[in-house]
């Protein structure tokens, strides 16, 4: 399978049955389409179940796909809904995200102990607000913010129009200041 | 957006600021609207400090989250076998 086919073409040969051309595309995408899985479902083995529930879903649908979306809109599409599903069976379950996301928060480098601390400090403050946002905001701000999806392409792969996108996001990303704010902001029993 | 003890510069109250932030941050105003945003940003230090703080969670969700991470070990090897069951 050559790098140079579109996304789009990828898909039209996987409608047809080429499975090379189908797991060219899942190499293309399955990082960002996992972290996305990642944050949405609240936990990596969820996300891992999604993600494969998602792309088999996109494998056994290629043959649906108008090409009216972007294809990467499209995959995403797919693995919010197959995340919702599995949010749904498990409502009820604790979604949060463990202690590891701090760690792989801290970056690497040459910086100062106390600004890898504030880094770290700050990666975990953004993983747990956001896991605490209603299933809206988190995927708004998971499209737009993280991994870079234009305006359109986030709202079709949410299903909402444009306008409705932004409102959402807006929203999203105030309440997510919040959370962060009051998460670093320094509790009145630490103080001196 | 309500916003307590706002003031008005450059035709545009806080509130008013205030929704259009997330649109001024995706550069998504008009150049005249651009314009007339920043210049209540530069005549009110409660809205710029407020803009700069949500600019830096925006910034900081891509910085923090965007970060590359692996696939679980063996997930393409999963899919695979999932896949011989769909369309064999």
């Given at each position: 399978m050559g790098t140079a086919a579109s996304d789009e073409e990828l898909i039209r040969l996987s409608a047809a049955g080429d499975r090379r051309a189908f797991e060219a595309l899942v190499a293309r995408h399955e990082l960002s389409?996992?972290?996305?899985?990642?944050?949405?479902?609240?936990?990596?083995?969820?996300?891992?179940d999604a993600l494969q529930d998602g792309l088999l879903a996109a494998w056994r649908g290629a043959a649906t796909f108008r090409g009216e979306a972007a294809a990467r809109t499209w995959l995403y599409q797919?693995?919010?809904?197959?995340?919702?599903?599995?949010?749904?069976?498990?409502?009820?379950?604790?979604?949060?995200?463990?202690?590891?996301?701090?760690?792989?928060?801290?970056?690497?480098?040459?910086?100062?102990?106390?600004?890898?601390?504030?880094?770290?400090?700050?990666?975990?403050?953004?993983?747990?607000?956001?896991?605490?946002l209603p299933e809206e905001a988190r995927e708004v701000l998971l499209l737009r913010d993280v991994e870079g999806l234009s305006g359109e392409e986030a709202?079709?792969?949410?299903?909402v129009g444009l306008a409705a996108m932004k409102s959402r996001l807006h929203r999203a990303r105030l309440e997510l200041k919040e959370r962060v704010e009051a998460r670093l902001r320094p509790r009145q029993e630490d103080g001196p | 957006m309500k916003v307590e003890n706002e003031v008005t510069i450059a035709g545009l109250s806080c509130g008013q600021v205030l929704e259009r932030?997330?649109?001024?941050?995706?550069?998504?105003?008009?150049?005249?609207?651009?314009?007339?945003?920043?210049?209540?940003?530069r005549g009110c230090d409660r809205c710029a400090r407020f803009g700069g703080?949500?600019?830096?969670?925006?910034?900081?969700?891509?910085?923090?989250?965007?970060?590359?991470?692996?696939?679980?070990?063996?997930?393409?090897?999963?899919?695979?076998?999932?896949?011989?069951?769909?369309?064999?």
């Open positions: 389409l996992f972290r996305f899985a990642t944050r949405s479902c609240g936990s990596p083995r969820d996300a891992e797919v693995v919010i809904h197959a995340c919702r599903r599995r949010q749904r069976r498990r409502s009820g379950e604790p979604e949060r995200l463990d202690g590891l996301e701090a760690a792989e928060s801290l970056p690497s480098g040459e910086r100062g102990a106390e600004e890898r601390v504030a880094d770290a400090q700050l990666g975990a403050a953004l993983e747990q607000a956001l896991a605490e709202a079709a792969a949410l299903g | 932030l997330s649109d001024y941050l995706d550069g998504d105003l008009s150049p005249a609207a651009r314009e007339q945003l920043e210049a209540h940003l703080e949500l600019r830096g969670v925006v910034d900081a969700l891509r910085s923090h989250l965007a970060r590359t991470r692996q696939l679980p070990g063996g997930f393409r090897e999963r899919l695979r076998r999932a896949m011989d069951g769909e369309r064999s």
